[in-house]
Nanobody, 124 residues
Framework: QVHLAHSGGGLVQAGGSLRLSCATS????????VGWFRRAPGKEREFVAV????????YYENSGKGRFTISRDGAKSTVYLQMNSLKPEDTAVYYC?????????????????WGQGTQVTVSS
């Protein structure tokens, strides 16, 4: 079993920054990817960014490119999402998720484990 624990959400003004953390524990296997997703009010859950744990390779959804950075810390078994230049439309519940296997994916249905989510609110 794998457990994902979030931290770092909150309220920030437009243009500000937040860093989300996702601590992983349990039997994560040798090859996996960790992604960040979000669900805005009235919308479906959508992909934000993903990192391949073994290589650090990353991939971003277009709206986050240049503003969001995903990274991982092997010593802490933690994945981070640094979000800069935040906009009101970034307001959502953010989730991290883990997918077994080395292939990067953006579809929510391909992920095996999910965290509980953390609220990010960006005021205008």
């Amino acid at each position: 079993q794998v457990h994902l624990a979030h931290s770092g959400g909150g309220l920030v003004q437009a243009g500000g920054s937040l860093r989300l953390s996702c601590a992983t524990s349990g039997r994560t296997a040798n090859h996996y990817v960790v992604g960040w997703f979000r669900r805005a009010p009235g919308k479906e859950r959508e992909f934000v960014a993903v990192v391949k744990w073994s290589t650090g390779n990353t991939y971003y959804e277009n709206s986050g490119k240049g503003r969001f950075t995903i990274s991982r810390d092997g010593a802490k078994s933690t994945v981070y999402l640094q979000m800069n230049s935040l906009k009101p439309e970034d307001t959502a519940v953010y989730y991290c998720a883990l997918k077994r296997g080395a292939v990067i994916a953006t579809q929510t249905t391909l992920y095996d484990y999910w965290g509980q989510g953390t609220q990010v609110t960006v005021s205008s």
